[in-house]
């Protein structure tokens, strides 16, 4: 059914946990390249951070930043949390990995994310290779299938910079539940300007 995935479901190395929920109101958790869902969760294999010849599973979400850490957030005077305050917040993206329930990675963007898990699993390995990692592959945004789920999701509609994307289905090389789609990026017709930045990353970065 269009917008409703059954899940957990396998898209190439990323399992979709929970495909969360959007929140329209607040542009922090959206830009012209990507919606930021609240609760949107998937699991990813990378190099483990302890172990230098082993690879573990890293859970990757986006939370809350009213009730997670505050990053960019300034608290209104007489601690009053009102609207103004939470349309202020930034989404969170965390990183918990499998085979260490101490180390999760917690930043106020998914590139500040994962950089720190690569760094530190070059640094356990030796490695003095690059830290560079793009929030948006790591996380799966930028995936064709799963930023067509995301913008299938109710409310999507209604991120007011969001830039929607159209996409053409294919028939999968294996059967499976889920829908592959090839981009297309066409958005839509009006005054073209610069993607909304996030502090700290580049224009493509979520």
Not at 35 to 46: A, D, E
Not at 70 to 88: H, R, S
Not at 135 to 155: N, R
Request: proline letters at 6%.
């Amino acid at each position: 059914e269009r917008g409703h995935a059954i899940l957990p479901v396998q898209v190439g190395i990323l399992t979709i946990i929970n495909l969360g929920k959007v929140e329209y109101e607040r542009e922090a958790f959206h830009n012209e390249r990507y919606i930021w869902p609240v609760g949107y969760t998937v699991q990813r294999p990378y190099a483990s951070m302890k172990y230098p010849d082993k690879q573990t599973i890293y859970t990757c979400s986006v939370r809350d930043g009213v009730d997670g850490p505050k990053v960019g957030c300034d608290q209104l005077a007489n601690n009053e949390f009102t609207l103004t305050y939470l349309l202020m917040c930034d989404a969170q993206f965390y990183l918990e990995p499998e085979d260490q329930p101490e180390g999760v990675i917690e930043a106020n963007t998914a590139t500040g994310a994962w950089t720190t898990a690569v760094r530190l699993a070059n640094r356990v390995r030796q490695r003095d290779h690059s830290n560079s990692a793009s929030g948006p592959d790591y996380f799966g945004f930028s995936h064709p299938t799963i930023a067509m789920l995301i913008q299938e999701l109710p409310d999507a509609s209604k991120c007011k910079h969001y830039v929607f994307q159209k996409f053409e289905e294919m028939k999968p090389r294996r059967a499976a539940r889920s829908k592959l789609a090839s981009q297309r990026y066409t958005p839509k017709t009006r005054k073209s300007k610069q993607p909304t930045k996030v502090d700290g990353e580049e224009d493509d970065d979520g």
